[in-house]
Antibody
Framework: EVQLLDSGGGLVPPGGSLRLSCAAS????????MSWVRQASGKGLEWVSS????????YYADSVKGRFTISRDNSKNTLYLQMNSLRAEDTAVYFC?????????????WGQGTLVTVSS | NIQMTQSPSAMSASVGDRVTITCRAS??????LAWFQQKPGKVPRHLIY???SLQSGVPSRFSGSGSGTEFTLTISSLQPEDFATYYC?????????FGGGTKVEIK
């Protein structure tokens, strides 16, 4: 059974940093691209970032480019999102997901979401 | 970047109604279009992939159509459990982009 368990959210002041993690199981982790998607309270879904299976290619939304870094450790079956220079508008629930990549579909698997709150 | 314009943003419908939601892409995305359903407090559910293919376990009253720049999600006969928010997502190229969402409410 595919499982994605995301963690690492919390309260952080503006300008601060946070690292999210997503522990994956039940599939060949290194064979699949992975993504982070976020949702601010009462708002729509926003794609944040994706990474190829090998980790060699990374992609970002314009809103987080230069501040967030996606990475993965295939030996630990874990996806990460390092978030720096956080802003109030980054406040959202962050989901890791194995759903789609550019040009392909990858199923319907989501983490339960982890809440990031940026506030002083 | 590819923009996705989804309409309507909200609608009221009754059980048994036929519901149609539209997504327009700012450029040709072939059939790299997915539809998601999300209920309050829940993770999204992937309903349709490749514009018209049903994910496993999704009821047949859901269907998708379109290619290029115009796409449609249709619910043939709305059921009580279908009241939710629906999103399209283009995955032709990065950055991936969601539509703004359509909230389907009970009339």
């Amino acid at each position: 059974e595919v499982q994605l368990l995301d963690s690492g959210g919390g309260l952080v002041p503006p300008g601060g940093s946070l690292r999210l993690s997503c522990a994956a199981s039940g599939f060949s982790f290194s064979s699949y691209a992975m993504s982070w998607v976020r949702q601010a309270s009462g708002k729509g879904l926003e794609w944040v970032s994706s990474i190829s299976g090998s980790g060699g290619s990374t992609y970002y939304a314009d809103s987080v480019k230069g501040r967030f870094t996606i990475s993965r450790d295939n030996s630990k079956n874990t996806l990460y999102l390092q978030m720096n220079s956080l802003r109030a508008e980054d406040t959202a629930v962050y989901f890791c997901a194995k759903v789609v990549m550019a040009g392909a579909t990858q199923g319907d698997y989501w983490g339960q979401g982890t809440l990031v709150t940026v506030s002083s | 970047n590819i923009q996705m314009t989804q309409s309507p943003s909200a609608m009221s419908a009754s059980v048994g109604d036929r519901v149609t939601i539209t997504c327009r892409a700012s450029q040709d995305i072939s059939n790299y279009l997915a539809w998601f359903q999300q209920k309050p407090g829940k993770v999204p559910r992937h309903l349709i992939y490749d514009a018209s293919s049903l994910q496993s376990g999704v009821p047949s009253r859901f269907s998708g159509s379109g290619s290029g720049t115009e796409f449609t999600l249709t619910i043939s006969s709305l059921q009580p459990e279908d009241f939710a928010t629906y999103y399209c997502l283009q995955h032709k190229s990065y950055p991936l982009t969601f539509g703004g969402g359509t909230k389907v409410e009970i009339k």
